[in-house]
């Protein structure tokens, strides 16, 4: 089991960049795929984007594989979002996922652990 705070989530301008972090207690923390979910008001929650256990495969939807990079660093216990280019339509409540399976997971289904989210806004 795991627990995951997410971080570094705020109001930014149109075209600006964010980085969130996610770190993780646990010392297994490196054998766990984990994901970057997002939800707006009156939405369902919309993958974003997954990490295997290794770091070696990610996975996002089109719509965003060209602005948005998720990273881990297993030392750290720690898994990023880079988000480049922000659109309005990026505003959302973003989660941190854990799931006890070592390949990419881009259902919400298949993880087993949620953060609290962190909410970033992004201005026109």
């Known amino acids: 089991q795991v627990q995951l705070v997410e971080s570094g989530g705020g109001l930014v301008q149109a075209g600006g960049s964010l980085r969130l972090s996610c770190a993780a207690s646990g010392r297994t923390f490196s054998r766990y795929a984990m994901g970057w979910f997002r939800q707006a008001p009156g939405k369902e929650r919309e993958f974003v984007a997954a990490?295997?256990?290794?770091?070696?495969?990610?996975s996002y939807p089109n719509s965003m594989k060209d602005r948005f990079t998720i990273s881990r660093d297993n030392a750290q216990n720690t898994v990023y979002l880079q988000m480049n280019n922000l659109k309005p339509e990026d505003t959302a409540v973003y989660y941190c996922?854990?799931?006890?399976?070592?390949?990419?997971?881009?259902?919400?289904?298949?993880?087993?652990?949620w953060g609290q989210g962190t909410q970033v806004t992004v201005s026109s």
């Open positions: 996922a854990a799931s006890d399976t070592s390949g990419v997971v881009t259902t919400t289904g298949e993880y087993n652990y």
């Open positions: 990490i295997s256990w290794t770091g070696i495969r990610t």
